[in-house]
């Protein structure tokens, strides 16, 4: 007699329900999705004791019938799926026809339906897998499903749960990713018979984000669209100040159908590469709609995970997607004020109504309301009596030439000042004309690609008006900007000045080294000489020239021309330590960017460095001539914008 046998039906729902029900709030997923593709405009949700004794969805969508009742707790029946060629065409959220099956072997479960136009409903019991008899009921139109203690007939499943606090936890999460999924749909949340959550239809879903992560984030959002023949996505990311330090705060939903993909998110993480501060995760709410034979949902039973046909193509159009709403939108740090109990924060978008622009930005901090005051003359007044007080601006000497900037004897070489005071001492030499036509300035160079009708210059570049600072602490300038007042890190801004511009001397082959009159041997452990070596060419291409010089010695022959005061010795160690103890980009362009932001922040003036009014107005001018200027490369901010109005709110004159 063979020792191979066929499972009964129940061993295999229950090994079934291992995979498809790891938790209660697994339960609430299967159930909420099903009560969705019934059709349901109203879907109740009750828990007791987190979903251990009690998961109760009750919804108002199209029923079943007796013997559809019956079939929906068989193993693999469904109504969604007629042949294998339908699970390339996927439109609804369960397909699979194995969740009430495996639920219903692990509990006790009672559904009781009725569809449009029946007289009566229908009531089915399950205890463990046993089925009851199908009985007449009442009720109204659609299907109220009950799932009471659940894994009572596994007990060792049931030790594995957590505190009735943490399931309650994972519950609410659920809750959350359906309801912002779908809020066309009316939900409701009750836990312990107190209601969590009552959240009517609304259009958009900024209302459900305030709702379920604070306002604060709410009004820091950045409407998100984008389409690529029949590819859309849309939605919103979070100003960088609202990071986080994982990737809860990332939403991902395509058709509806919340969903993990390494590749969607690495296209999120990289579009804010730059933003955020190391170990800091951006926040996201982002649908995407393709056809559904471009992916497949059927490659897990819960159905988080899925694979695309095009991953690549997907993957670029987010990313482009992300990146110029970003070039188009301020992300500048601004002032948070302390909350004034007076002061009610104004919606930013009438209740409901998703943007139709390409993008929308919204500045973090509270909008300040109009106040009214009983002694004449308005705020208006008393800033014209404090004006009084100013001194006047003194005059600029446009006509003597001013010196050369000592910090700018470290670009490469080919740059200089002029007196033209729209000269650029970061631009390329001029292009030689001839005696008849006028002098040209060569177009500066972008990040990546000048600003052309297709690919729009920084939003800062265009009209910024010409800043005038004075220096605080050597570290900090402060200068009148707009309606306010901006301070500006002079280390954080130069950084970023000399990161884009290597980035595009990097990508046109144009890197100037200089060449050591004696190659300088660096001792490292075995460890980081071998990473060192095995990044040669990416090294060469920033101007740094390494090779073997055996054992575990490295020789240096030649280093980045913007560096000529940075010591071989140092600098090598410090690339070797980061490419030896740190995460590396899985990309060759990735590794490139990382190692560029470690050469711009060599090479950039320092905090607590004195700066002369000539080197302070050249770097203010180039500040407007690259992307991103509002952070470093590192993710820090490198200008903090006061408005007046914070201004005068902190000095009690509203």
Known sequence: MGIIRQLPPSVVNQIAAGEVVERPASVVKELLENAIDAGATRIDLSVERGGKDLVRVADNGGGMSDDDLILAFTSHATSKLSDAEDLFRIRTLGFRGEALAAIAEVSKVRCQTRQTGAETGSELCIEG?????????????????????????????RTFLKSDITEAGHVAEMFSR????????????????????????????????????GRELAESLLWVEGRLDEMHVWGYVAHPSQSRSTAKGQFLF?????????????????????????????????????????????????????????????????????RQTFLKSDLHARLQAAADPGVVPAEPMPRGIEPTPAFSTFSPGPV?????????????????????????????????????????????????????????????????????????RPSIPGPSTPPTATSPAPAESLGAPKLKAIQVHDSYLIAEAGDGMIVIDQHALHERILYEELRVRVAQGQVESQRLLVPEPVDLPAPEAVAVLEQVDVLAKLGLEVESFGGDTVLVRSLPAMLPNVEPNRLVRDLAEHLRNQPLPPTRDGLLAELLHMVACKAAIKAGQPLTPAEIEALLDRRHLVTDSHHCPHGRPTALVFTRADLEKQFGRI
């Open 254 to 322: 395509l058709g509806g159908r919340f969903v993990r993909d390494r590749s969607l998110s690495h296209a999120l993480n990289e579009a804010y590469r730059g933003l955020l501060m190391v170990g800091r995760m951006p926040v996201a709410f982002l649908n995407l709609d393709i056809p559904p034979e471009d992916v497949d949902v059927n490659v897990h039973p819960t159905k988080v995970e899925v694979r695309f046909r095009d991953s690549n193509r997907i993957y670029s159009h987010v990313l482009a997607t992300l």
């Open 129 to 157: 897998g046993t089925f009851g008899p199908v009985r007449s009921c009442g009720g109204p139109i659609g299907t109220v499903m009950e799932v009471r203690n659940l894994f009572f007939n596994t007990p060792v499943r």
């Open 368 to 440: 300040i309301a109009s106040r009214s005051f009983e002694l004449g003359g308005g705020p208006g007044d008393r800033q014209t009596v404090a004006s009084w007080f100013e001194p006047s601006r003194p005059k600029i000497d446009t006509e003597t030439p001013t010196p050369a900037p000592t910090w700018a004897q470290s670009l490469p070489a080919g740059f200089a000042r002029g007196t033209d005071p729209d000269f650029d001492e970061f631009a390329p030499p001029p292009i030689p004309t001839s005696a008849a036509s006028p002098p040209i």
């Open 178 to 213: 359906v309801a912002l999924a779908n809020p066309n749909i009316h939900l409701t949340y009750r836990s312990g018979g107190k209601v969590v959550h009552d959240l009517p239809p609304v259009a958009g879903i900024r209302e459900r984000i305030a709702l379920f992560f």
